[in-house]
């Protein structure tokens, strides 16, 4: 039987700054993750956000830079936040999984993303919560079906339930919304694209109408 994860609550310290928990995750051991040869990737954007972005985890773009949402399908992220009427300047954007989970054939070849399994989800989760907490963030926009069940629990179905207000995680006060993450576009056939690009735009739209409610 594998051992199980010992997750990263001892190096997400409760109580940290955003700046000390970005110091203290390059340590981070919570997960077979933290041994594939990459490096974690933590949120990024202004400390006063009232939006927090959560998507699944860094690409290859974004483990390489070391930033979030910087590659193809963060690009088609600031098209949306655009066209929706949202600052990507004024949003804190994170994954719920901090390294990139990849398969490489070898060393030289492209390295393909694989999705993070229940178990590294949770063993990730207090980096998520660490962000939340200093943050405080009004309103919390997850993208895609990982970053939502990391926060709502595995029985949450974007397909079912994207584009309305919820209650965010508790304790939090903030309000939630899912929507397909940029990179489910970006897979889509070219008669598919331009439908879910605009659903997205639209999801994002009711997360702006909420935050001009609450000025």
């Known amino acids: 039987m594998d051992k199980p994860f010992?997750?990263?609550?001892?190096?997400?310290?409760?109580g940290a700054s955003l700046s000390e928990l970005a110091k203290a995750l390059?340590?981070?051991?919570?997960?077979?993750?933290?041994?594939?040869?990459?490096?974690?990737?933590?949120?990024?954007?202004?400390h006063d956000a009232r939006v927090m972005i959560v998507g699944e985890q860094p690409g290859d773009?974004?483990?390489?830079?070391?930033?979030?949402?910087?590659?193809?399908?963060?690009?088609?992220?600031?098209r949306a936040l655009e066209q929706a009427g949202i600052d990507r300047d004024q949003v804190w954007v994170t994954n719920s999984v901090l390294h990139f989970k990849f398969t490489q054939s070898a060393p030289t070849k492209r390295r393909?993303?694989?999705?993070?399994?229940?178990?590294?989800?949770?063993a990730c989760k207090p980096w998520l919560q660490g962000q939340l907490?200093?943050?405080?963030?009004e309103l919390v926009i997850v993208l895609g079906a990982?970053?939502?069940?990391?926060?709502?629990?595995?029985?949450?179905?974007?397909?079912?339930?994207?584009?309305?207000?919820?209650?965010?995680?508790?304790?939090?006060?903030?309000?939630?919304i899912a929507s397909i993450?940029?990179?489910?576009?970006?897979?889509?056939?070219?008669?598919?694209?331009?439908?879910?690009?605009?659903g997205l735009v639209n999801d994002l739209r009711v997360?702006?109408?909420?935050?001009?409610?609450?000025l």
């Open 207 to 214: 997360a702006a109408s909420a935050l001009d409610k609450r």
């Open 26 to 46: 390059a340590e981070c051991r919570g997960c077979d993750l933290a041994e594939n040869g990459s490096r974690p990737v933590f949120g990024a954007g202004p």
């Open 133 to 137: 907490n200093r943050l405080r963030p």
């Open 146 to 176: 990982t970053a939502a069940k990391s926060l709502l629990g595995p029985t949450f179905r974007v397909t079912r339930e994207r584009g309305t207000l919820i209650p965010g995680p508790p304790g939090s006060g903030a309000q939630l």
């Open 181 to 198: 993450h940029p990179s489910a576009v970006l897979r889509g056939s070219e008669e598919e694209r331009d439908n879910m690009f605009d």
């Open 112 to 122: 393909i993303h694989q999705t993070p399994d229940a178990d590294q989800v949770a």
């Open 61 to 78: 773009i974004e483990e390489r830079r070391g930033q979030p949402f910087v590659g193809p399908a963060g690009k088609l992220l600031d």
């Open 6 to 14: 010992p997750g990263a609550a001892q190096w997400a310290r409760r």
